[in-house]
């Protein structure tokens, strides 16, 4: 199982586990779509919705602020290692 931090933009932030095997899906039902990487530089990557402006999700401050980007909808934090 790979750890990764879940932020959600109204409910706050959580810990969970993902099934290496099944990655791709289980990020996009987390996210709620396409998943889109956004390399960190410090060894992370943030795992976000693809269509999240076109669609209107919300804005999410906190990732946001660790992303130095806009961000919006649920975001998934997770070692680059684990997604490469």
Known sequence: MIEIGVIEPQFGNYLDEIDPNNMLREL?????GYI???????????????????????????ASRIAGQRI???AVVMDEKDFD
Not at 28 to 32: F, L, M, Y
Not at 40 to 58: D, K, R, T
């Open 28 to 32: 996009q039902e987390i996210v709620g």
């Open 72 to 74: 919006v909808g649920v």
């Open 36 to 62: 889109q990487p956004i390399y960190l530089g410090n060894g992370e990557v943030m795992i976000v919705n693809e269509e999240g402006l076109m669609i209107g999700l919300p804005h999410n401050q906190v």
